[in-house]
Nanobody
Framework: QVQLVESGGGLVHPGGSLRLSCAAS????????MGWYRQAPGKQRELVAT???????NYADSVKGRFTISRDNAKNTVSLQMNSLKPEDTAVYYC??????????????WGQGTQVTVSS
């Protein structure tokens, strides 16, 4: 059984910073890509940033230049450094692991979500 555990959410003032972390555990052989998505109240879940096992990254236009995604393949962890946060970044942030290869096959997994609130 693969689990994703997130940490690092919270309340921050506009212009502040937060760092989200996510660790995947279980009998994992490899993970193709890991990333972060977010969902604000009344809105659909949207991509924030992803990173492949080779380090290729993809960012939503709204976070480019402010957020940085990084990954440790050996530890199956992914982090999101969020700087210059804005109120519109307020959402529940979900960690995603895409094409997780285990002895049972390859599947996608989601974390339970962590709340990020940007408010003065």
């Amino acid at each position: 059984q693969v689990q994703l555990v997130e940490s690092g959410g919270g309340l921050v003032h506009p212009g502040g910073s937060l760092r989200l972390s996510c660790a995947a555990s279980g009998n994992i052989f490899s993970i193709y890509a890991m990333g972060w998505y977010r969902q604000a109240p009344g809105k659909q879940r949207e991509l924030v940033a992803t990173i492949t096992h080779t380090g290729n990254t993809n960012y939503a236009d709204s976070v480019k230049g402010r957020f940085t995604i990084s990954r440790d393949n050996a530890k199956n962890t992914v982090s999101l450094q969020m700087n210059s946060l804005k109120p519109e970044d307020t959402a529940v942030y979900y960690c995603n692991a895409d094409r997780v290869v285990t002895y049972r096959g390859d599947y996608d997994y989601w974390g339970q979500g962590t709340q990020v609130t940007v408010s003065s």
